[in-house]
């Protein structure tokens, strides 16, 4: 891991440009600070998120906004995919097995892209949920009480992000009650999402089983197992535009049904620094408490 480190001198009001005497000495003055950087860093690592914890001088950090990542790449992979789905979807007929059956090679080539249809649109769907968890992930960091931190909630609820947003309003300051009913809309939005993820994330053998055999007085019988129209989620060379939309759908409303419960203050620095921006600052306020950047200003 690499630490960038970027050093600004301010002048005085009556400097408009730094003369060469005073380059000369902010030159001097990095190289002497340099050194000590390195000559401390080989007794203890420099630790910037742990200095800023401890209060040791560090007052600002940023991290990347994981949700607008993640929805962004989600939005560029579902207007790309009907291109590639396509040019797939080509290819996967191309050498068709009643006049090539005979030519493993051709065989080879069909099996190879009849069996990665879909990927394209499963691939923003799985981006989608990704962006839901960055937006309850930072949420967490940013309004976990204060006594609740350094005892790892966020990990010890990692794998249940149903859970986490449930217990969110009494974990976390911002929300004007202090839990969300399970009969809430939120968690109808919840249940569908979690259909389509599991078809995806969840390679089940049984979703898998395309025929079976059984033996009966001495004859061999294959069955064609046929998938029922009532499943939720398409087989893998079904998923379509249509899909991908429905779950960008479902995730904006969990979003919207969160950021409702949330009290207008709390409210505002999300739509503020969450859902725009491509990266979140945070700052330590005046009673060294780790708050986002505009809390500083108004405590």
Known sequence: MHNFLKIYHVLS??????????????????????????????????????????????????????????????????????????????????????????????????????AVLGMYYCAAILYYFMALEGFINLLYHAFLKDELKGQDVEGRLERDLELRVLIMPSLCDGFKNEYIHRGAEIFRRFNELKKYRNEIV????????????????????????????????????RISKEDVLKVKNIVDGIIREVIIKMDDRSKKLVEKFISKNLVVPFRRDKDGKIRLAELMKKD
């Open 13 to 114: 009001e009556h400097k408009k440009e730094p003369d060469g005497k005073l380059i000369k000495e902010g030159e001097q003055f990095v190289a002497d600070l340099l050194g000590e950087i390195d000559h401390q860093n080989r007794k203890e690592p420099f630790d910037p998120l742990k200095q800023l914890k401890d209060g040791e001088g560090v007052q600002l950090y940023v991290l990347e906004n994981i949700y607008q990542a993640n929805y962004l790449r989600a939005e560029l992979m579902s207007d790309d995919a009907e291109e590639y789905e396509g040019y797939n979807e080509a290819e996967a007929i191309k050498y068709p097995a009643e006049l090539y059956k005979d030519d493993p090679e051709k065989m080879a080539y069909t099996d190879r892209y009849v």
């Open 202 to 237: 969840h390679s089940k053998l049984m979703d898998a089983m395309k025929s079976v055999g059984f033996i009966e007085s001495g004859f061999l019988y294959w069955v064609q197992v046929k998938k029922t129209n009532k499943e939720f989620l398409p087989p893998y060379t």
